[in-house]
């Protein structure tokens, strides 16, 4: 049986590692690597790591001085020695039988990834209903199998539409390669490395089955009030545009599209910041207006939208001050 590496980046994650170590040592594949890799805590993730690493064999641990989630992935990659590769965050789960189940629908389709879809929790009551809740679909215990993309088709019906995840997906070794996580990116850098893997990739299968238990973490990156860091989804997906153009010059629009909806989930963020820090973030909200405003023009990216952004981009684009009071108000 060909060993899957398991990577976990933490980062302060004491309270709810355990947890997640458990939920991947439960699954039923037996050749099973797990890499820890604590990037910097400063509370008592490194205990944490000692007693597991103590009691399971199969764990080792990397400890990294605060590098940031791509630099521990990227370590992870360097020092796993599987033919499969898995990422997993430190506050999520995973359901019985996803990792044998994954893998079992790669080999029965001869892809080079093989994803799940996820569901959220965020209680202990809310993940022991999705741990003991919907069984595992037939497509993923025999029978058909998933949907089955080319390249071309997982880059516009999954990553152009919203699957842009790195974690609930199994990947072959050889499809990763010396493809890496861009380091000093902490949102937006899983999309941008999965771009980076389309021109390596044969096929790729997908289920909805949601075998990944994400947590709905208040302290995560997504969760949390405006930083100056959460610009880095802007400046991601102009990188994937870039790349996805020269792939794929039709899917310009998709891919401003996509710009669009990440300034504006931008500018929701800091138009919920109190007053004062909101003027603190003006430069902020000039650059997001500007790379608004230079492709606002471009009718064509008006249907490729989700419902509702059509109108908050129009308003924005033509009326800055008062979107981001409305939104303000509205919010609170």
């Known amino acids: 049986m060909d060993q899957i590496s398991v990577i976990v980046p933490v980062h302060n994650g004491a309270s709810y590692l355990e947890e997640c170590i458990d939920s991947i040592l439960a699954q039923d594949y037996e050749a099973l690597e797990v890499l820890i890799i604590n990037d910097g805590s400063t509370d008592n993730t490194a205990e944490v790591c000692e007693r597991l690493c103590g009691k399971h064999d199969c764990l080792r641990v990397i400890t990294l001085p605060d590098l940031g989630v791509s630099v521990a992935r990227n370590r992870g990659l360097e020092q796993a020695e599987g033919a499969y590769i898995m990422f997993v965050d430190a506050d999520d789960r995973l359901c019985p039988g996803m990792l044998k189940s994954l893998h079992r629908l790669l080999l029965r389709t001869d892809s080079d990834m093989a994803g799940c879809g996820f569901a959220a929790w965020g209680s202990p009551a809310e993940w022991e209903r999705l741990r003991t809740g919907e069984e595992m679909p037939e497509e993923l215990t025999g029978g ?189």
């Not at 880059?155 to 609930?168: A, P």
């Open 144 to 332: 058909n199998a998933g949907k089955i993309y080319d390249s071309g088709c997982y880059l516009k019906e999954n990553i152009l539409r919203g699957n842009t995840r790195c974690w609930s997906k199994l990947y072959r070794r050889e499809l990763i390669g010396q493809v890496r996580f861009r380091e000093g990116l902490t949102i937006g850098e899983d999309m941008l490395f999965l771009v980076e893997l389309l021109p390596r990739m044969r096929q790729a299968v997908e289920t909805a089955y949601p075998g990944y238990g994400y947590y709905q973490n208040p302290a995560g990156a997504m969760q949390r009030p405006f930083t100056p860091d959460y610009m880095d989804q802007i400046y991601c997906w102009e990188m994937a545009r870039e790349l996805i153009v020269k792939r794929e010059p039709d899917l310009s629009v998709q891919a401003d599209a996509q710009i669009m909806v990440a300034v504006m989930l931008t500018v929701g963020k800091i138009a919920l910041l109190p007053g004062r820090e909101r003027r603190k973030a003006k430069a902020y909200l000039r650059v997001c207006h500007r790379k608004l405003r230079g492709i606002v023009g471009e009718r064509a990216c008006y249907p490729c939208l989700p419902a509702g952004y059509g109108i908050k981009v129009r308003l924005y684009a033509c009326l800055p001050g008062l979107y981001v009071w409305l939104y303000h108000c509205m919010k609170l």
